[in-house]
T-cell receptor, first 113, second 114 residues
Framework: KAGVTQTPRYLIKTRGQQVTLSCSPI?????VSWYQQTPGQGLQFLFE???????NKGNFPGRFSGRQFSNSRSEMNVSTLELGDSALYLC????????????FGPGTRLTVL | ELKVEQNPLFLSMQEGKNYTIYCNYSTTSDRLYWYRQDPGKSLESLFV?????AVKQEGRLMASLDTKARLSTLHITAAVHDLSATYFCAVGVLRGGSNYKLTFGKGTLLTVNP
């Protein structure tokens, strides 16, 4: 069974640009959550999508947005990039949104110059 | 707001020794997760603890949950170098209906020295 996949694995952008990251969950999983990991702040929850609807949201500015498609694949978008957005972005999938075990993808390493 | 505190944050231990990592959390929860992360890699699920008194073991790692004390422990027995990694605990909190949000601790960087 294929795991969670994320593309691209590495990205370099400059301040002010925008970026879109993609996540394909494990087959049969309908929930996708996104996390930002930085050395200073650790792992922080961004948002969760289930059945194409945002179910939970963390404390991030509106520049961070996401969506989920009917096949459960999810994208997150960051507009007007800032230096502080440099991080490892992880997505995790689970069967449902009821607190089930989450399986993480390999992450996208975003560097903002 | 839920706070999840792990300690220690850094742990250097010798092979063959035992040690425990602690995870305290501030709000009632009935589910707690332990993950392992190797440098530059993603998170690997180790244990899911769903009820008070739950104990799970895999190899040299054993995790337990005390929901009354809001405490989980990850015990390492006879450490080996391969266990060197960062270990995270994560607490699930119900946010209406069946929606859970995971909040992670800051992680414990474990280094096992020969």
């Amino acid at each position: 069974k294929a795991g969670v996949t994320q593309t691209p694995r590495y990205l370099i952008k400059t301040r002010g640009q925008q970026v879109t990251l993609s996540c394909s969950p494990i087959s049969g999983h309908r929930s996708v959550s996104w996390y930002q990991q930085t050395p200073g702040q650790g792992l922080q929850f961004l948002f969760e999508y289930f059945s194409e609807t945002q179910r939970n949201k963390g404390n991030f500015p509106g520049r961070f947005s996401g969506r989920q498609f009917s096949n459960s694949r999810s994208e997150m978008n960051v507009s007007t990039l800032e230096l502080g957005d440099s991080a490892l972005y992880l997505c995790a999938s689970s069967r449902g949104t009821g607190g089930g075990e989450q399986f993480f993808g390999p992450g996208t390493r975003l560097t903002v110059l | 707001e839920l706070k999840v505190e792990q300690n220690p944050l850094f742990l250097s231990m010798q092979e063959g020794k035992n040690y425990t990592i602690y995870c305290n959390y501030s709000t009632t929860s009935d589910r707690l997760y332990w993950y392992r992360q190797d440098p530059g890699k993603s998170l690997e699920s180790l244990f899911v603890l769903l009820s008070n008194g739950a104990v799970k073991q895999e190899g040299r790692l054993m995790a337990s949950l005390d929901t009354k004390a809001r405490l989980s422990t990850l015990h390492i027995t006879a450490a080996v170098h391969d266990l060197s990694a960062t270990y995270f605990c994560a607490v699930g909190v119900l946010r209406g209906g069946s929606n859970y949000k995971l909040t992670f601790g800051k992680g414990t960087l474990l280094t096992v020295n020969p």
